[in-house]
């Protein structure tokens, strides 16, 4: 099993940053994919950023404003998010995918106030 504990997040200005983490526990073997999701209520989760051997893929919207950093050693991974906007507001998710399947966090909320 695979734990993952996030960090990071709150609540922050338009124009302004927060940085995510995310450190994976327990059995890490066969850890492919790290990455992170957001989603809004009543809407569908959303890829904001992964990456797994390649560099990472970035959602649109997150091109040139997050930065997504993946450190296989530690099992972390973490979130750069610059000038950020108001319609950045969501719960953002971990995400490690392994043999098994889809692992995810419990989620950190993200506010951005304009």
């Known amino acids: 099993q695979v734990q993952l504990v996030e960090s990071g997040g709150g609540l922050v200005q338009a124009g302004g940053s927060l940085r995510l983490s995310c450190v994976a526990s327990?059995?890490?073997?066969?850890?492919?994919?790290m990455g992170w999701y957001r989603q809004v209520p009543g809407k569908q989760r959303e890829l904001v950023a992964v990456?797994?051997?390649?560099?990472?893929y970035y959602a649109d919207f997150a091109e040139g404003r997050f930065t997504l950093s993946r450190d296989i050693a530690r099992n972390t991974v973490t979130l750069q998010m610059n000038s950020l906007k108001p319609e950045d507001s969501a719960v953002y998710y971990c995400?490690?995918?392994?043999?098994?399947?889809?692992?995810w966090g419990q989620g950190v909320q993200v506010t951005v106030s304009s």
């Open positions: 990456q797994s051997r390649a560099p990472p």
């Open positions: 327990g059995d890490t073997s066969g850890i492919g994919e």
């Open positions: 995400n490690v995918k392994r043999n098994t399947g889809d692992h």
